[in-house]
């Protein structure tokens, strides 16, 4: 019989010559769990698992004892016997790192705790884990809106986080300029650095040769599903936010707008179409000469000439490539093809462009789900700044476009977009990046260290961050998330819960498109600065609390305390807020930046909005464990 002990620290770990069959227990089910074997006893005894990381290779001392009485070794998989380490009262236990004056965590950081605990993530320098292996099970609850004002002011209403997992720590948010999104990605995917056995970086441009070739033909047979099924990303995962739709000039519900329709039932939609319009100069501006849709292998579904409702007075050729020759015999109304346009998108179709937007607006069409090239692949110079469809062409794709004096063709450009959208699709969003580094999902990561996930969320976020091995459940309400993950966190399989809390921001979002409401507000937060002379932060604790929001924030408080009670002992539970009331920030900035007319001091404003910006950008972190 071999005993191998692992010594971390300075211990005495008795070993008994013979195990009594009353020191027998089943295996623990968590991967480097308190039970071990007596065949191979690895003590892990160290309190501090920041110890055993930083110490070097551990010494092994092996005894060698006599083999069983029958002279015969025992199968290591029959009649196992365990030791359980850690004892019947072993507790994992959190404890946060003294901060250093203000300092603040960041998003990163929440997420690398989630890792460092159930994956592979690096030694948290802020928060301290004491029998690390004995945590079953971590949940991540995202609550948007709590920002450390907010918490500070309402404390009583929200007791629940002071008594599971103490004192928070702050994190500073993503720009209110982003939308809450990004701060879910930031949460869900991970940048890793790329092994070297996963072949070095994707080729940016697409190989020529005969073989490649032969190759795409053969997948002209296939579908749109097998060719992106071992996909890092849903397609889901590249369209717009709408914040980003509403940054680059798509229109939602504007006057005189059609917008696309259900999938009927019983019907097969497009999942994935480019388009492609071209317009002419009138009297009103530009107007819809040409529409082109093409399928993802390239197919045209749709391409017909369109007659502008005014005398045309720039055919602009040199760039639509439409001629009076091509429009002479033509019938089709803008209303025509908005009919026939209809009838092949629906609200289910992903479309595919560049610089779409204008292509919409020309269509007089509102579409939801869109993949912009011209974002897609960001511009070296970031910003607003966006690049051309013939230069990702040329880079990409190894192909020329658009340097035709006859003009552009609406069907090559659209094909081009599709092309350059698959490539990202199949090889990831980081396509065309630096190659030493690639982005994943944070389902995928885990599932690499053999943990199990459940992602609890809206379907939209549930389709752009699910992965392969994950449990996919779509919710449509914060109490229906507790009760799933209330079923969810008793599953002793499941590694890892993400789940979202919405409610608040909800509350925000309603208050600040509701004119009446947000100019109250307004009216409030400038009185506290100007009779108080207070700023907007501390004044903001002060302000008033209506009855709709202590109503949220003591349910918010009930869910918390549900769902820590149904945790099994020693999980984790991370609650974290991403960001305040980002919604009023929003709305603040569009009434500055369209400089609507308003009784309130302009320079009030602006301060409203430093401050509101400011608090809003403070996220908290909360951590416990369950005893």
Not at 70 to 92: C, L, M
Not at 159 to 188: H, W, Y
Not at 390 to 411: N, P
């Amino acid at each position: 019989m071999n005993i191998s002990i692992r010594f971390h620290a300075h211990i005495i770990f008795p070993t008994p010559s013979r195990p009594k069959p009353s020191r027998s227990y089943s295996q623990f089910h968590c991967t480097g769990g308190a039970l071990v074997p007596a065949a191979a006893v690895r003590c892990h005894c160290y309190s501090d698992s920041r110890f055993a990381m930083n110490s070097t290779e551990p010494e092994t001392l092996v005894f060698h004892g006599d083999d069983d009485e029958s002279g015969n070794n025992q199968s290591s998989s029959q009649n196992k016997n365990y030791f359980d380490v850690y004892g019947p009262e072993g507790r994992a236990e959190v404890s946060f790192s003294s901060p250093e004056a203000h300092s603040a965590l960041n998003i990163q950081d929440v997420q690398g705790l989630v890792r460092w605990v159930l994956a592979d993530g690096v030694l948290p320098s802020w928060v301290f884990i004491k029998n690390k292996p004995l945590i079953p099970k971590v949940v991540l609850l995202y609550v948007p809106g709590l920002d450390a004002a907010v918490f500070m002011s309402q404390k009583k209403l929200l007791s629940s986080l002071k008594e599971f997992c103490g004192n928070p720590r702050p994190v500073l948010g993503l720009s209110c300029v982003s939308d809450g999104m990004q701060t879910i990605d930031a949460l869900l995917t991970c940048t890793v650095k790329r092994k070297r056995n996963e072949g070095g970086a994707v080729s940016k441009k697409r190989d020529p040769s005969p073989e490649k070739e032969s190759s795409s033909s053969a997948s002209d047979s296939l579908s749109l599903a097998e060719i992106i099924k071992d996909a890092p990303f849903p397609i889901a995962y590249y369209t717009l936010t709408r914040k980003q739709m509403e940054d680059n000039g798509y229109c939602h519900s504007q006057a005189g707008f059609l917008s696309t329709l259900p999938t009927p039932s019983g019907s097969l939609p497009y999942e994935l179409l480019a388009l492609d319009c071209e317009m002419c100069v009138t009297k009103d501006g530009f107007e819809l000469t040409r529409v082109t849709l093409v399928d993802f292998k390239g197919v045209v579904v749709l391409d017909k000439l369109v007659k502008p409702s005014n005398p045309i007075i720039d055919y602009n050729t040199r760039y639509s490539g439409i001629t009076s020759e091509m429009l002479s015999d033509v019938t089709t109304s803008l209303e025509d093809i908005q009919d026939d346009f209809l009838k092949l998108v629906y609200q289910e179709t992903v479309l595919v462009g560049h610089s779409l937007e204008n292509d919409l607006v020309a269509l007089k069409i509102s579409h939801n789900l869109v993949i912009d090239t011209a974002i897609l692949y960001k511009h070296p110079r970031v910003g607003s700044y966006k690049t051309a469809l013939r230069v990702l062409s040329r880079k990409y794709l190894s192909k020329e476009i658009q340097d035709s004096v006859k003009g552009h063709d609406s069907v090559e450009d659209a094909k081009t977009a599709m092309d350059l959208v698959m490539l990202k699709i199949q090889h990831g969003p980081d396509f065309g990046s630096p190659p030493n580094f690639t982005r994943k999902k944070l389902l995928t990561v885990l599932s690499e260290y053999d943990k199990t996930s459940s992602l609890i969320d809206d379907v939209s976020i549930v389709k752009r961050y699910a992965c392969g091995t994950c449990h996919s459940i779509p919710v449509f309400s914060d109490d229906q998330a507790l009760r799933k993950a209330q079923k969810e966190v008793k599953n002793i399989k499941t590694h890892f819960i993400w789940m979202q809390f919405s409610e608040l921001n909800c509350y925000f979002k309603k208050q600040a498109d509701d004119t009446v409401k947000f100019s109250s507000k307004l009216a409030e937060l400038i009185s506290l600065v100007t009779c108080q002379k207070k700023s907007v932060s501390s004044g903001v604790a002060r302000c008033s609390i209506l009855s709709e929001l202590r109503e949220i924030l003591t349910r918010i408080d009930s869910r918390i305390r549900n769902l820590y009670a149904s945790l099994p002992v020693n999980s984790m539970l991370i609650v974290f807020t991403g960001h305040g009331d980002t919604a009023s920030v929003h709305r603040l900035r569009k009434m500055l930046n369209a400089d609507t007319e308003t009784t309130m001091c302009r320079e009030k404003l602006v301060k409203v909005l430093e401050e509101l910006q400011a608090k809003a950008e403070v996220a908290l972190c909360f951590v416990g464990v369950k005893h």
